[in-house]
């Protein structure tokens, strides 16, 4: 929290900092929070275990009967990448970090 000045006392203010991202192929513009990159990589890595669970257990399973491999026994998440686009997918943008005071 910070301190902001009004006539004759103070109030506290929020800031909230987020990440501007610009598309360079169709000029999109949206807004990403700070941390929202090492999120997207934290649920990268909770899928790949949650793979690497399903391969363990498919083969524990019959000794390694084929069918089981498609049947998985964790779901993945799905994910959104917040360096892409949501309009048009492209990865090319361009970034910058904006404070908003509330």
């Not at 929070?33 to 669970?53: I, P, S, T, V, Y």
């Not at 993945?76 to 904006?98: F, H, R």
Request: charged share 25%.
């Amino acid at each position: 929290m910070f301190c902001s000045q009004i006539k004759g006392g103070y109030y506290m203010s929020k800031r909230i900092t987020e990440t501007k991202r610009t598309c360079a192929s169709c000029n999109n513009i949206w807004f990403t929070e700070r941390m929202a990159g090492l999120e997207f990589k934290g649920k990268q890595m909770e899928n790949l275990g949650k793979d690497l669970g399903n391969a363990g257990n498919d083969l524990m399973c019959c000794g390694g009967c084929w069918p089981a491999a498609f049947i998985p026994e964790k779901q993945k998440q799905t994910l959104i990448d917040p360096n892409k686009c949501p309009k048009c997918g492209s990865a090319a943008n361009k970034k910058e970090t904006v404070t908003h005071e509330i």
